[in-house]
């Protein structure tokens, strides 16, 4: 094909993009009951958000102003990383379900009392937290802390003694979790590792056509227990929310375990609700009028009434409240569509459609190098970026943060990429050391001028006490060319992340081509020339961005995000998870 013209293999990539939406509709129950009977598990959560003050028209990806909103956001991330999951994105859903981990992970520690060991490995704090918090589950009690109080028992006095698989959670009548292995796999698989990276090859190679992967089921499981830890740690936050409110009766029906691990069938929500955000798919009217008419269906349960005429089944149970979030994600996108039209005074749908082609032809190149080269941490590395910068495409569609983790993921895996076909014995040396980090990847490529870009998106990777968004939306707001208007440029700095990683995975997509056969390098150049960027232009891109966030360097990340009980947590002297990591370990 290559050999009779590029124009064949652009109409391959498109075949491949558009086979794998079709089978995203297909779906093999090993990953769909999981993920809908842990979503069951929401209970009686979003009558008692209602009743407590929530914010009904909140942005899905907003973590909140306030703590009632901030725990809403917690339940709506899992929701994102659901509506992922059902199209078989478990690489992006796993970065936001690996930080709500972390988040609400370090709340069960400081409600516990729990402190850091020196030098413990993150994962192995987690899981002392979340055993400690749910050992009594649905009866958890906080521990007061007084800064008067005598200080903590130091790390190797205390006593407690787990199995290898470290502590554990029951979850249901009698579902044994380790929550330590739940955040490693995590860790690993964002990191291109590990038994999961089985599922980057599915999505991003086999275009779930061919037979799933033996991983399918216990992966699922794992993220359902993740979803499970998550809603249980916000019921208790909100139980007792409910309490310091007077409101006696909500804990004890928020605090329900009835739904936990109950069963809520293999059929996940429409096709069409889970489709991207574009005027031709998930915007299309007929899609929001469906999604409006759920949500007004929501509002009804959550006031009583029975819209449908019956009580809800549980499956239907579980998508109305999947598309009442779904349906909020479409509001806010129309939203921010007319004021970009009080803006700019027209909106500009083609070129938002052309976007997307370009992101479509980068991830389907790199996803094609994952079929020649698999089995090879090259072909680990295409498919973590395939994955990936789908993902972070769908999400920025919604202003999501989160895009930005994603594409951390594509920054590491094309570094890695490019250090295996330039460098072998290098990226040999690097795999072979349990203390690699991203940043290693990426200096290893010749890219040690990124470090700034690398800092910023490992910020919005992780969802602990030392998180600093803010700090890292100004690093990639300066980063962008100076060409951007100034008044804008803080609103174009997720896209412009999102365009700066697609020609740098390009351009690693092309010379791994051309280490396959020089003949499909040159196609694969021929098609970025015709699609996305002159070839001549490729090159000095990347320089220019090498330059830009070489000039970023020394600054400082500002603030931290979270605040209250966080300030607390940081002012731990043995509390230092990094952002560089390489298996959920502390980096400093």
Same mark, same amino acid.
């Given at each position: ?14 075949? !491949? ?32 958000? !209602? ?24 339940? =709506? ?28 992970? @370090? ?8 402190? #850091? ?14 055993? +400690? ?16 109080? %005598? ?8 006593? @407690? ?16 979790? #380790? ?59 909100? $139980?007792? /929310?409910?309490? @310091?409110?007077? !409101? ?84 806010? /996108? ?11 005074? #027209? ?51 919604? =202003?999501? =943060?989160? $895009?930005?983790?994603?594409? !951390? ?22 795999? /072979? ?5 991203? +940043?290693?990847?990426?200096?290893? $490529? ?66 791994? $081509? ?40 020394? %600054? ?33």
């Amino acid at each position: 094909m290559a050999a009779m013209g590029s124009k064949y293999i652009v109409e391959a990539l498109i075949a !491949r993009h558009n086979a794998r939406m079709v089978a995203i509709e297909k779906m093999p129950a090993a990953s769909i009951e999981p993920i809908m009977s842990a979503l069951l598990s929401i209970g009686y959560t979003d009558v008692a958000f !209602r009743q407590l003050g929530v914010s009904r028209d909140r942005s899905p990806s907003s973590y909140g102003a306030n703590w009632i909103d901030h725990l809403a956001w917690g339940v =709506d991330s899992v929701y994102a990383a659901a509506r992922l999951l059902f199209c078989g994105q478990f690489m992006g859903a796993t970065a936001i379900l690996r930080s709500q981990f972390e988040r609400w992970a @370090e709340n069960a520690a400081y409600n516990t009392g729990i402190t #850091h060991r020196s030098g413990e490995p993150a994962a192995s704090y987690y899981g002392r937290a979340w055993a +400690k918090c749910h050992e009594d589950y649905p009866f958890a009690r906080r521990v007061i802390r007084n800064p008067e109080a %005598t200080a903590a028992p130091a790390w190797d006095e205390e006593t @407690e003694q787990y199995s290898p698989d470290g502590p554990s959670v029951n979850i249901g009548l009698d579902h044994e979790v #380790h929550p330590v292995e739940l955040m490693e796999s995590m860790s690993e698989f964002l990191h291109g590792r590990g038994p999961w990276s089985e599922l980057a090859h599915w999505d991003a190679g086999q275009l779930f056509g061919a037979e799933p992967p033996s991983i399918l089921r216990d992966a699922s499981e794992s993220l359902a227990d993740v979803i499970t830890l998550i809603f249980r740690q916000v019921r208790l936050c909100l $139980a007792t /929310a409910a309490d @310091e409110q007077g !409101r006696m009766d909500l804990p004890a029906k928020i605090l329900s375990r009835s739904f936990e691990r109950a069963y809520a069938g293999p059929v996940g929500p429409k096709f069409w609700s889970l489709v991207p955000l574009l005027p031709k798919a998930g915007l299309r009217p007929e899609v929001v009028a469906g999604l409006e008419d759920a949500a007004r269906a929501h509002t009804e349960v959550m006031l009583r009434r029975r819209p449908a005429g019956r009580l809800y089944r549980d499956d239907e149970f579980t998508h109305l409240h999947f598309y009442e979030r779904r349906a909020r994600a479409v509001k806010w /996108a129309l939203r921010a569509f007319r004021m970009e039209k009080e803006k700019i005074g #027209h909106l500009d749908f083609e070129y938002l459609e052309s976007r997307d082609f370009r992101y479509m032809i980068a991830s389907e190149m790199a996803g094609i190098l994952a079929v020649w080269l698999e089995g090879s941490p090259v072909g680990d590395a295409a498919a973590s970026c395939s994955s990936a910068l789908r993902s972070a495409y769908w999400l920025w569609l919604e =202003d999501d =943060d989160r $895009a930005l983790a994603a594409l !951390r993921i594509v920054l590491e895996q094309s570094a890695r990429m490019r250090t295996w076909t330039e460098k072998p014995e290098k990226a040999e040396k690097l795999a /072979a050391s349990p203390s690699t980090t991203p +940043k290693d990847w990426v200096k290893a $490529a010749g890219w040690n001028r990124l470090r700034a870009l690398t800092k910023a998106l490992g910020e919005f990777s992780h969802g602990h006490a030392n998180v600093r968004f803010e700090g890292a939306r100004g690093i990639l707001e300066k980063i962008q060319s100076g060409d951007v208007d100034p008044d804008y440029s803080i609103h174009m700095a997720r896209g412009h992340a999102l365009d700066a990683l697609t020609i740098l995975l390009l351009a690693e997509s092309v010379n791994t $081509a051309s280490a396959v056969s020089a003949l499909i390098g040159d196609a694969f150049l021929d098609i970025v020339d015709d699609v996305v960027i002159g070839r001549e232009h490729l090159a000095t891109r990347r320089e220019e961005l090498l330059n830009r966030a070489l000039a970023q360097r020394d %600054t400082p990340l500002g603030d931290y995000s979270f605040h209250g009980p966080a300030a607390a947590l940081r002012a731990d002297r043995n509390y230092l998870p990094g952002n560089d990591d390489s298996d959920g370990s502390v980096s400093q």
